[in-house]
């Protein structure tokens, strides 16, 4: 591998954090600007904005100019160095303005910048792969500038930021599509067309497009312009961040609706939107995955609303059993269990409540409007199957995706036929296109990986959680980037209480799931490093 193009590389995405950083500061300037400039500038969160910009431009510019003649020795390895040694890089840069507020709290000295590092590096890690598992109970307690961070990186995690410098930087290198490749949602990557810059700034255009039209559907619905961005920042990137404790529970109809609305949107192919955008419309209601896709969310709708508005919740004896960290006291409980109830008791309130989270599981965004860990047990693990199924390939979702599922499940009845027909002749087809081998290999090796990494993560919890239903629904909740999990980390709980070494494990679960496994897996290789 050639050291000094991955250098390169990540030289000028230091430059494009360091100019993306910008925004937030200058957030953060505004909302203090009654203050004097020296107190502004020693604001802990304003002064590492200040701090990380000055290194990213600086050692950024440094590093592009002393490795320019790595620009021309790109390739393959190089590529997956790039992806996976880039997002890692902007995560730690992203983290240090969080980090130095968390040390300004109360209560905490030098002693625990470890413990103030982890936990800020965990949530803007969750940001940019747009997991949206939070460490913060109370989120309404951070500044804007620092609200704003987290929803950027969601934003830029989406899309992927790598593919973004690819937009600025269209000179990367010979590598540029095996960064693609890395970072883009899904088992194919198709380009629209002949050059990749091109196929990337189509693909961004229709992302920021969506983002547009829901940020001004959001605003009509109500709410304010900076919490319209940051909720449409989460929703198009898949993410889950909110700017309330509530996540979207406490907003209007209207707006849960647009949220959902979008969710589904983000779940779909961006080339499919593309393509429909030009009036090629009937091409996507042809294609099977999206097929797929649809016929999961309305046949698990209709589950949830059939079983929530005839049965309602788990009963309140059994609920109260679940495992939460802060349990609270037994009247808190039950005015909570009737709240809940009440909300699914009408028959509208179930359909509002079940598409909404159906739709917010599938997609692997994590938004809530219900505690769905009060739900009957049918639900909750129909709910944490849901989280291996995703969003669709070339969409911003997690999980494994819908096309991979489907070849999966089309394997395992080919296999079962030939079990009775020794002789018979059926290639795996998604429509009318037949998949190939190497392909079919490439999908279940990462079918066997998904799961694989998802039951060692499980059982490696179980050393960090006192419960065994938060071990692993922590761990596909973050290897399949979706949030919210179950019991300990369900839809009103947090990570913040997980132990360090704990946090650490999802984090590296969290960049796994969004690099789709092998990206990191094959940087790990020492022969992927040798010349």
């Not at 839809?491 to 070494?501: F, L, R, S």
Request: one cysteine or more; hydrophobic letters at 55%; charged letters at 15%.
């Amino acid at each position: 591998m050639h050291k000094s193009a991955v250098i390169y590389a990540i030289g000028k995405i230091m430059q494009v954090m360091g100019l993306i950083l910008l925004v937030p500061l200058g957030l953060g300037i505004y909302d203090y600007r009654f203050l004097a400039v020296s107190k502004i500038i020693y604001r802990p969160e304003i002064f590492g904005f200040i701090l990380v910009i000055i290194i990213c431009l600086g050692v950024g510019s440094l590093l592009v100019y002393a490795f320019r003649q790595g620009r021309y020795l790109q390739g393959i390895r190089e590529g997956f160095a790039i992806v996976t040694l880039g997002w890692l890089t902007m995560a730690f840069w992203f983290a240090i303005p969080l980090c130095l507020y968390l040390m300004s709290l109360p209560g905490q000295d030098f002693k625990n910048l470890f413990n103030a590092f982890t936990d800020a590096y965990f949530e803007v890690m969750s940001g940019f792969t747009t997991t949206g598992a939070t460490i913060f109970g109370d989120v309404e307690a951070l500044p804007r500038s620092l609200l704003f961070l987290r929803a950027l990186a969601h934003w830029l995690g989406g899309m992927g930021i790598i593919t973004l410098a690819i937009v600025i930087f269209p000179s990367l290198g010979v590598s540029g599509y095996q960064m693609f490749r890395g970072e883009f949602p899904g088992p194919a990557k198709d380009k629209l067309l002949p050059r990749l810059a091109q196929t990337v700034s189509i693909l961004w255009g229709v992302y920021v497009l969506f983002t547009g039209a829901e940020t001004v559907l959001l605003v009509v619905g109500g709410m304010d312009i900076f919490e319209a961005v940051c909720h449409a920042f989460a929703t198009m990137a898949t993410g889950g961040f909110s700017t309330r404790n509530a996540s979207v529970a406490l907003q209007n109809d209207f707006i849960q609706w647009i949220i959902v609305l979008f969710m589904y949107l983000a779940g779909v192919n961006f080339i499919l939107h593309y393509r429909a955008l030009r009036g090629e419309v009937k091409n996507m209601f042809f294609n099977r995955e999206f097929i797929f896709y649809n016929g999961v969310i309305i046949v698990a709708v209709l589950i949830t609303v059939g079983v929530l508005y005839f049965n309602g919740l788990a009963p309140a004896e059994v609920a109260r059993c679940h495992f939460r960290n802060d349990p609270g006291s037994s009247e808190a409980f039950a005015a909570h269990y009737r709240q809940q109830t009440g909300d699914v008791e009408p028959f509208y309130g179930a359909v509002k409540i079940a598409v909404f989270q159906v739709v917010s599981i599938v997609t692997t965004t994590g938004f809530t409007t219900a505690d769905f860990d009060l739900w009957p047990d049918f639900l909750r693990f129909m709910l944490i199957i849901l989280m291996f199924f995703g969003g669709c390939a070339g969409s911003t979702g997690g999980g494994m995706k819908m096309v991979r599922i489907m070849i999966v499940f089309k394997l395992a009845i080919n296999i079962l036929r030939k079990l009775t027909q020794p002789r018979l002749v059926a290639p795996i087809k998604i429509g009318d296109q037949v998949v190939d081998d190497d392909r079919i290999i490439n999908i279940v090796s990462f079918f066997i990986l998904f799961i694989g990494l998802f039951v060692i993560t499980s059982i490696l919890m179980t050393m960090f959680v006192p419960d065994l239903t938060t071990a692993f629904s922590c761990s596909i909740a973050t290897i399949g980037n979706i949030g919210p999990g179950l019991a300990g980390v369900g839809a009103v709980e947090n990570y913040g209480w997980i132990p360090i070494a704990g946090k650490w494990l999802l984090i590296f679960s969290m960049l796994l799931g969004r690099l789709e496994i092998f990206t990191v897996l094959i940087i790990l290789r020492p022969s992927v490093w040798q010349k």
